[in-house]
């Protein structure tokens, strides 16, 4: 098969074990107890499907999965929990996380959801070309919203302007490509955008990467590096999740800002720059002034033009034109064509908490596993058929919750005081939630 899976756990014993059962299999999977480890492996590797441990040592597995996705937007993740915790469930999928299980679990069902997991990761490496982005290639914004129509207009309007610009909006919203929408119409659409995600660096890396050093200026500095700052002079630079700086940089940030000028990490001169800032955060950054982890002189610095991009389920009637443009781009070399009303009408009444991206994503699964020329909703992702099953708009909180218990209840032979144990609830609490889903207890 030659696909890598990569487990992260912090039980020794848990990792070799799976290791030596997909080898059998003829994986290759590596492993990792820390979230340092991890992120190392998955840098040096090429990884296909991530199993994680949502309680991984003093980490917490939710924080890695958010750093993987920063590191690459397409990471296919699938979560192990110990403790059906539904809090945890819920936030692993709204960060991205293709499926969970839950401990102690049968092999042969780990197993299966790997290989759908691989099956949709390999069709969205398959369906990229070389030299793609994940930002669809041209900066095109597919609405018919008035409220982002009025967005583009004014960010044509400020476009050829010099003034630092900050996008902000939840994750998946379309904030780099608003950003590559405001460089393509600016008078430096010539020069290619530089981009850097704040987030997925160290603090000592990102030094590095915006600043760049001169050679001998530490161990391992062999030559002389060019900074993102640099590498972007005379064009635009896209700073993504700027709210996930340290304080150190931030003001490093802010001299660049005021002084159109940097310095290498070991130099002693500062060399002139000519870019144009555009800075985006899915993070509320007045209130992360009024914690002390913001700077706000840097941010009044940066929001002279503020875009504030609202979330899919504000902007329901982008959905249809958003999934037939994705259909379009993943069905090029497929037999895939269309979608059924029916999965628009279920696109509709769902919340979207991964908003445009989760879109995408969603999109990409079911033209990969789709049998006929039009996607129905057997091709959609198992959370979606809760969705068409229910007579209520329930949001994804409440789909996982029915789906938790549901799950929960089997493993223990419904058994409901059990089952109230292990999710953490009174029995009443529990009995509520049985009769509030509908879930069929057998007699």
Known sequence: MGNTILVVDDNVGLCKSLAR??????????????????????????????????????????????????????VTVIMITGYASIESAVKSIKIGAYDYIQKPFDFNKLLK?????????????????????????????VTSNPVIIELCEKAKKLADTDLPILICGENGTGKEIFADYIHSNSSRRAMKM????????????LDNELFGHEKGSYTGADMEFKGVFERADKSSLFLDEIGDMSFAIQ?????????????????????????????????????????????????????AVTFSLPPLRERRDDIPLLAKFFLKHFSNNSHVKSLDEEVLNVFKAYEWPGNIRQLKNTINYAAA?????????????????????????????????????TRTLCNNNYNKKKTAEMLRMSRRTLYNKIEKYGIPIPQ
Do not use: H, W
């Open 369 to 405: 596993i789709a049998t006929k020329d039009s996607i129905t909703t057997e091709d959609l992702p198992p959370l979606f058929l809760e969705v068409k099953r229910s007579n209520d708009d329930l949001n994804l909180r409440e789909i996982t919750e029915k789906s938790i218990i």
């Open 251 to 303: 003001a490093k940030i802010l001299r660049v800002l005021q002084n159109n000028e940097i310095r290498r990490i070991g130099g002693d001169k500062t060399v002139s720059i000519d870019v144009r800032f555009i800075a985006a955060s899915n993070k509320n950054l007045e209130e992360l002034i009024t914690k002390r982890r913001f700077r706000e002189d840097l941010y009044y610095r940066l929001n």
């Open 21 to 74: 059962n997909f080898g059998r299999f003829g994986y290759k999977c590596l492993t990792a107890t820390t979230k340092q480890e991890a992120v190392e492996t998955y840098r040096n590797n090429s990884i296909d499907v991530v199993l994680l441990d949502i309680v991984l040592g003093e980490y917490n597995g939710l924080d890695l999965l958010d750093t993987l996705k920063d590191i690459d937007e397409d």
């Open 194 to 205: 530089l981009k850097i995600n704040c987030a997925a660096f160290p603090e000592n890396l």
């Open 113 to 141: 959801i790997t290989e759908n997991a691989l099956e949709f990761s390999n069709s969205t490496t398959d369906r990229k070309s070389p030299d793609e982005d994940g930002g669809m290639g041209a900066p095109s914004i």
